[in-house]
C-alpha cells in the first residue's frame, strides 16, 4: 500500500500506534500542537515542521521568506500550546548547485523572524539532496496555567478566530497565476501573508489568561483543523459562515481570478491564525480585550455541540452547501 492510498491523518495515527504508550515524562505525545516532556521538574515544548521545494515552495518564493516561514510556522505551534519559543534547530537539504545568496536570504529570514519572537537558532545539520528541504525544530516554554491543547473543548462553548482567513491562500493564488510583480513581493500586500505568516504568541497567553478552553493553530484549514478540536474533545461543532472573518486578501484576489473567498477562507490553510474554544460568557470579553491589548480582531463564528465533526450553516440556520477540500499533504491535488 503506498502512502497516497491512505492519507497524512492515517498514516500519523499508524505511527501513533506503533510508538504506543509513553512514560511518565511526557506530558502530551502525538497529536497536538506540540509535544510538552518534562526534564527533572522543569517541561519544554518541542515541535518541528518540514518545508519542501515544490510542496511547500517553488523557486517563485523569495529564499528570505522561505527562511522566515520555515520558522513562523513552528512558532505558531508553539504559540497554539500557550507557550513562548526559546532555541531552534534548522536541517537543511541542497542540491549542489543551490546559489550562496539563496542560503545567505534565507537564513536571514530565519534569524529576522527568530528575533521577533525572541529565540534563538542554536544548530541544525546540512545534507545534499535533489530538491530543497528545510526541517526546523523550535523548543519553548510554557507556565501550568498557560498550557492549552485540543482536547479540552466542551459542549456549549463558543469557537473563536484570531485576525481574518483566506489571506494566505489568495497570496498563494496570485503567485500561482503570476499576478504580482517579481520584484514587488515585499510590499505587495496581496502575497505578505502567505510569504509572512504571524505566530500569534502575544495573543495566545493572553487569552490564555482570559479562559481560552480548546486551542489550536490553524494550519491546514479551518474545517480541518476545528474537526481536530472535536476529535480530540468528543465533541462536534456548527460554524455560521457568514461570521467566517474573510481575509480582504481573498476579496481583493476575486477581482483577478474566478474563485471564492469564503471557500479560501474555510479550506485555504496556512493562516497561522487561532482557532480557539471558550465559554460564552468569557467570549465577548475576549473580544474586546484582545483588541485593545494586541490589536487582533477576534471573532465568534460558532458553536461546540455534542455528537462529532463540523457542521456549516447559513445565517437562517440552514445546512450549507460546501464540499470540503481542505490540503491534505499525500490526497492532496497539490
Ligand atoms: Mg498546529
Not at 144 to 168: C, F, M, Q
Amino acid at each position: 500500500m503506498k502512502v497516497s492510498e491512505i492519507g497524512e491523518f492515517n498514516l500519523i495515527d499508524r505511527i501513533k500506534s506503533m510508538i504506543g504508550r509513553h512514560g511518565d515524562d511526557v506530558r502530551i505525545g502525538i497529536g497536538d500542537d506540540a509535544a510538552l516532556v518534562s526534564f527533572d521538574g522543569s517541561e519544554v515544548l518541542l515541535t518541528t515542521d518540514v518545508l519542501v521545494e515544490n510542496v511547500h515552495f517553488t523557486n517563485e518564493i523569495p529564499p528570505h521568506s522561505i527562511g522566515y516561514k520555515s520558522i513562523a510556522v513552528n512558532i505558531s505551534d508553539i504559540a497554539a500550546m500557550g507557550g513562548k519559543p526559546k532555541h531552534i534547530l534548522v536541517s537543511l537539504s541542497l542540491p549542489e548547485n543551490t546559489e550562496i545568496d539563496f542560503v545567505d536570504e534565507m537564513y536571514k529570514g530565519m534569524i529576522d523572524c527568530a528575533k521577533k519572537y525572541n529565540a534563538g537558532i542554536v544548530g541544525g545539520n546540512m545534507s545534499r539532496s535533489s530538491e530543497i528541504v528545510i526541517n526546523v525544530t523550535v523548543t519553548g516554554t510554557v507556565e501550568p496555567e498557560n498550557l492549552r491543547k485540543r482536547s479540552t473543548a466542551s459542549v456549549g462553548d463558543s469557537i473563536l478566530v484570531t485576525g481574518s482567513l483566506g489571506g494566505s491562500a489568495a497570496g498563494l493564488l496570485a503567485i500561482e497565476k503570476g499576478i504580482v510583480d517579481q520584484g514587488g513581493y515585499h510590499n505587495n500586500d496581496l502575497i505578505k501573508k502567505h510569504l509572512y505568516p504571524k505566530a500569534r504568541i502575544e495573543e495566545s497567553r493572553f487569552l490564555a489568561k482570559l479562559g481560552s478552553r480548546a486551542v489550536e493553530d490553524i494550519s491546514d484549514s479551518l474545517f480541518l483543523d476545528l474537526s481536530n478540536i472535536c476529535l480530540a474533545s468528543n465533541v462536534g461543532a456548527v460554524i455560521d459562515v457568514s461570521k467566517i472573518p474573510v481575509a480582504l486578501e481573498a476579496k481583493e484576489i476575486k477581482k483577478a481570478i474566478d474563485c471564492n473567498p469564503l471557500n479560501l477562507a474555510l479550506s485555504g490553510g496556512e493562516d497561522y491564525e487561532l482557532l480557539l474554544t471558550a465559554s460564552k460568557e468569557q467570549a465577548k470579553n475576549m473580544i474586546e480585550s484582545l483588541m485593545i491589548e494586541t490589536g487582533t480582531e477576534l471573532s465568534e463564528i460558532g458553536e461546540i455541540v455534542e455528537g462529532s465533526g463540523v457542521r456549516l450553516i447559513d445565517p437562517d440556520g440552514e445546512e450549507f452547501d460546501y464540499e470540503k477540500s481542505g490540503f491534505d499533504h499525500f490526497k492532496g491535488a497539490k
